[in-house]
Every structure is written in structure tokens, then in C-alpha cells.
């Protein structure tokens, strides 16, 4: 992932045969597809890989049970079908949820989603027990042959407040089925990429960097990093921007031929919640509750928190949107009405985050009723065709990006020469049986300790031995009380395509999210970059205060939170000595 040589070949050759816009995990998984067969494919993104809506996602990986509803059964198929598949092919990062299912009521919402279906009405309705039963029937039925997980089992209420005490005591039933959830959706997205580089000089990528409409003809390819800009000549535009596709739309077609909108997407936000009681409380279930207005929530326990969301709100501008002080509120309510007796107070929300849900343009007044599937549309002008990707959710981004990438081949003429659907990638290949017994080989390889290989096995699967060994080759020391070393952050930053704080921070690594990221971490993190990157003192400064104004205004962290994290660090430290 060196930029300057991908630079420099681009220089030497402007012309590809398509070039990506937008590195989020559906523009990285068309990427993939298109490297793999040999296409001379480019990727750009005028910020970080995945640092938009693929990285506000509920981090969960599901068929979307309550999609059953609006009668979208083949995406409801498609998404368990790809969903089974990341089990297999990202062990490392996917794994299977259980899924409980709070039930208030026997046959509410029956009628009432019967007409949804057939498109009668738009309101949200609660959903009995019968209504529940039938859709995880569908469910079960859907995945009958692969059988990968148990089917779904009822419970009655007394059994259900045996297992959590803590639900509303009005509760009639529970309902629990599986799904699967992702750890680090973020890094899949840099796996995905490194996937389609290993296919050769064809492929290339660049992070921070825009396509504009060159003054005399042609376009503009301008990196937001050194400033230098430079003309390409794509035989195909592929528009993988998500909520931003009309955005880019502007900037690719001249003004008075630009297209009709095609995206209308909406919000949601989720918290970050520091309560280890609520987080025992869960037993590895994620909750998958209505709230009283209808509206579907979730609650799962993730890295040694809670994640609590979200919200369905229409937005404008997808460039600003993040978690509001009502959109918290709401969500602690609808915690409040499911779980009455769990108080969350506003110190123990770590994080927050918000992105935009990727939906085509709609005027229906109720956002849950807008079609989440999705489709890709052409669109010809003067210059190359421009291939744009609507809708789409996390779940079924390979199966996504292989439709895309078959109509570009279809429109480039050439053959498609391998199939993705069973390859796995990342630190998903070679995946042990026995991860103990493969932990303690890579322990025994490189002279770091058995807990290092686990921790180091956690964050990347396999890829932890490449992580391993360049540890091994120079002294390290760990950062503070973080779980993460200096060597393995510089070993992101060279592999990685890191040119930010935050690309290291919040989306190479598990820090910001987790809640773990205190001042004197981020200091040491930024130290580290700068070294790297050899930036004086004026450029650490600027830095440091675009990472702390992000995560204020992006995430609800506050400079005075981290440095207040630095004395919890330090009395945690204290603790576990004086237990030891």
C-alpha cells in the first residue's frame, strides 16, 4: 500500500479500465471482484477506507428479520445466504449471535403487518407473538439446508424473567433465534482491499484523494495528502459513495446533464455503555426489542461493553451527520422501557456514533418502510459510463460488489475468471481448528508470550503472524495499560495506509470504540505516527487537534474525558498489582 509508488504509476499510465469512487465495504468489495479477474482497477476515497457509513454500522450480520414484513424475502435470503458465508470465510472477525426477542403481546401487529405487506399502510405497529413466530419460521425455513446455527425456541414468561430478571416484568414471551455479529467490521474492509492488491500491479488504491472534472476534458485525480493532482483516464466509473452518490454524481457529470437523485438516505446512531452490569446481565444475547413507539432497537454486549442503538432519522447531508443529544435520549429511553431497572448514567456512555443508512431515494413518511435491497443503475454522458451502486447493507457487501463487478465486466467485455463467494481472506485463511494450540505455536515461533499470541490472534486471526514476527525483530514496549505496543502500531501504519491519527485510532485498532483510549495514549500514538511519518512539530500540533475536535463533535469524547481516563488507567493498574 505505498502511496507514493501508486502514485507514481499512475503517473506514468493514467489510463485504467475502471476506477472506484468510494472505499467504504461496498467500493472495496467491487474492487476486490474487478483486481481478481485482472482488471486494471483503481479505488479512491476522499477520506479513510471505511470511515463513513462502514463504520457506523450496528455491527451486526444478519438476514434483517423485520425486513420479512415488508415482503423483501429474496434479500432477506440473499443476506442469511452471505451471512453464513462470513462465518465461514471471517471466522476471525464473525461470529454467531443469539438473538432473544423481548414479546409484550400475542397477536399485535399481525393485521396490521399483513397490510404492510401488501403496502396498505406505512405506520410501524408492535409485533405479537404469532406475528414474531411466523417470521422466525420464514427464518429457519430460509436456512434449513446449511443449518449452520439452532433453530429458534419460545419461551414463556416465567422462564424468560428467570434467565433476565431485569426485563419488564409485562413481558408475555421471548423468542430466541441466531444471527452473527462483527467485531472489527473496519478491518474487514482493509482485508478486502489487501485481498484485491495481492491480485498485482492491475489493482491500486488511495485513500484521501478526490476525482473532479479536469478544465480541459477529462478528470482530475487531487490526493489530499501531498496536494499533487494529476489526470486519469477510466474506461468506467463505478459510483460507490453510498449516501454520498448524488455528492459525487456533481462532480463527475457538467452541470445542466447532471442525473435525478438517487439516494435518500437516513441516520442511525448507537452509544458505547461502560456497565458491566447490564453487560453480564446479557449472557452473550443481543436483546432485539421494540420500543413503545414501535420502532426496532438492539442491545449486545461487544469487546467488553454494551452496544444500544439506534435511530431511523432522514438527513441531508451525509457529511455531518452524527449522534444528537435527542437521538442519545431516545436511545436511553428505549433502554429504560425494556430494561426499568438498569440506570445508565452519562459517564458510562464511552462512545457514540452515527452514519448514514445507504437507502434509494423515497417519499415514504415512514423511513422503515424504504426498501433496504439494493441494485445498480448506469448512467451514460459525454464521458465514461458512470455505474452507480444503490442501497445495500453491511451484510451482503460481497454479493453486492460481485453484481456490480459483473456488469462491468459485461461492459469491459471480458470473462469473469473467479468466484469469491467461498474465498476467504484475511486472517480468515487457514483458520485453525485448535486456535489454542495455534496461539501457542506462534508464541513458541516468536518469543512473545502465549497472552501477547491471543490478544495479537483476537485482533487480526491468522494475519497475527505477520504481526508477530515484525514485533519479534526489534525490542517493544507495551503503551500504557492499552493491550496494543508500539511495533504493532507501526506495523499498521506501514501496512496500512494510515496518514491520520484517526485512521489508526478509530478504525485500524479497537481504542476509541472500546472506550480504552485515554490522553496519554493518544499522545503516544501520535508520537509513534509522527516518527513515521517524520512531521515537525507545527504538523503533530495540527494534528492532534483535528483528532481531538473529531472525536468531541463526531463521538461525544471529550478532551477532559481522556485525560480523566488516565487516572482510572492508573488506579486500575494500582489494583491489579496489589492483586498480584
Not at 472534472?213 to 485525480?221: D, I, T, W
Not at 441531508?316 to 429504560?336: F, H, K, M, N
Not at 483458520?431 to 516468536?446: C, M, S, V
Amino acid at each position: 500500500m505505498n502511496r507514493e509508488e501508486t502514485l507514481a504509476g499512475l503517473r506514468k499510465s493514467p489510463k485504467v479500465d475502471v476506477c472506484v469512487l468510494g472505499g467504504g465495504i461496498n467500493g472495496l468489495s467491487v474492487f476486490r471482484e474487478l483486481a481478481l479477474q485482472g482488471v486494471n482497477v483503481l479505488v479512491v476515497d476522499k477520506g479513510d477506507y471505511c470511515s463513513g457509513a462502514s463504520a457506523a454500522l450496528s455491527r451486526m450480520v444478519h438476514g434483517g428479520l423485520r425486513y420479512l414484513e415488508n415482503g423483501e424475502f429474496s434479500l432477506v435470503q440473499e443476506s442469511l445466504v452471505e451471512r453464513d458465508r462470513l462465518l465461514r470465510n471471517a471466522p476471525h472477525y464473525v461470529a454467531p449471535l443469539p438473538t432473544t426477542v423481548p414479546i409484550f403481546d400475542v397477536f399485535s401487529g399481525l393485521g396490521n403487518g399483513i397490510v404492510r405487506f401488501l403496502g396498505l399502510t406505512r405506520r410501524p405497529s408492535r409485533r405479537g407473538a404469532v406475528a414474531i413466530k411466523t417470521g422466525l419460521a420464514i427464518y429457519d425455513f430460509l436456512t434449513r439446508k446449511r443449518a449452520l446455527m439452532p433453530k429458534h425456541q419460545f419461551r414463556g414468561r416465567r422462564s424468560t424473567l428467570a434467565k433476565w430478571p431485569a426485563l419488564n416484568p409485562a413481558i408475555r414471551n421471548s423468542a430466541t433465534y441466531y444471527d452473527a455479529w462483527v467485531s472489527h467490521p473496519e478491518r474487514i474492509g482493509i482485508e478486502l482491499l489487501r485481498d484485491g492488491l495481492s491480485a498485482g500491479p492491475n489493482a491500486a488504491a488511495l485513500n484521501y484523494t478526490t476525482i473532479e472534472q479536469a478544465p480541459a476534458g477529462g478528470f482530475l485525480l487531487r490526493d489530499g495528502v501531498s496536494g499533487e493532482t494529476q489526470t486519469i483516464e477510466p474506461t468506467l466509473i463505478i459510483n460507490a459513495t453510498g449516501g454520498w452518490i448524488d455528492i459525487a454524481n456533481g462532480s463527475l457529470f457538467p452541470e445542466g446533464t447532471r442525473p435525478a437523485p438517487l439516494m435518500g438516505g437516513t441516520k442511525g446512531s448507537h452509544l458505547i455503555i461502560d456497565h458491566p452490569g447490564l453487560r453480564d446481565m446479557l449472557d452473550g444475547h443481543m436483546i432485539y426489542y421494540e420500543n413503545e413507539d414501535g420502532r426496532i432497537c438492539i442491545l449486545f454486549p461487544y469487546l467488553g461493553k454494551v452496544l444500544v442503538g439506534s435511530t431511523d432519522i432522514r438527513v441531508d447531508d451525509p457529511g455531518t451527520v452524527r449522534c444528537e443529544a435527542e437521538e442519545r435520549d431516545y436511545i436511553l429511553q428505549s433502554l429504560a422501557f425494556v430494561l426499568p431497572g438498569i440506570v445508565i448514567r452519562r459517564q458510562e456512555i464511552v462512545f457514540q456514533f452515527s452514519g448514514v443508512r445507504p437507502l434509494p431515494a423515497s417519499n415514504d413518511s415512514f423511513t422503515g418502510r424504504i426498501p433496504r435491497d439494493h441494485f445498480c443503475t448506469m448512467l451514460e454522458g459525454s464521458g465514461p459510463p458512470v455505474l452507480c451502486m444503490i442501497g445495500g447493507k453491511w451484510t451482503t457487501f460481497r454479493s453486492f460488489g460481485e453484481l456490480a463487478a459483473d456488469m462491468a465486466l459485461e461492459r469491459l467485455g471480458r470473462p469473469r475468471q473467479l468466484d469469491t463467494a467461498e474465498r476467504t481472506f484475511g486472517g480468515g485463511r487457514a483458520f485453525p481448528a485448535n486456535p489454542d494450540l495455534w496461539i501457542r505455536e506462534l508464541a513458541e515461533a516468536t518469543g512473545i508470550s502465549i497472552d501477547r499470541a491471543a490478544k495479537l490472534f483476537a485482533r487480526y486471526g491468522t494475519d497475527a503472524q505477520d504481526v508477530a514476527r515484525f514485533i519479534a525483530l526489534e525490542p517493544d514496549h507495551a503503551l500504557l495499560h492499552a493491550g496494543y505496543s508500539a511495533r504493532e502500531l507501526i506495523h499498521l501504519i506501514r501496512q496500512e495506509a494510515v496518514e491520520h491519527l484517526d485512521d489508526l485510532l478509530l478504525r485500524r485498532t479497537t481504542l476509541a470504540i472500546t472506550g480504552e483510549l485515554s490522553a496519554a495514549m493518544t499522545n503516544a500514538a501520535l508520537d509513534i505516527l509522527a516518527a513515521e511519518k517524520s512531521w515537525p512539530p507545527p504538523r503533530v500540533a495540527e494534528e492532534r487537534t483535528r483528532f481531538l475536535t473529531l472525536l468531541n463533535d463526531r463521538h461525544g469524547v471529550t478532551e477532559e474525558t481522556l485525560s480523566a481516563r488516565n487516572e482510572q488507567r492508573s488506579e486500575l493498574c494500582e489494583t491489579s498489582a496489589k492483586s498480584g
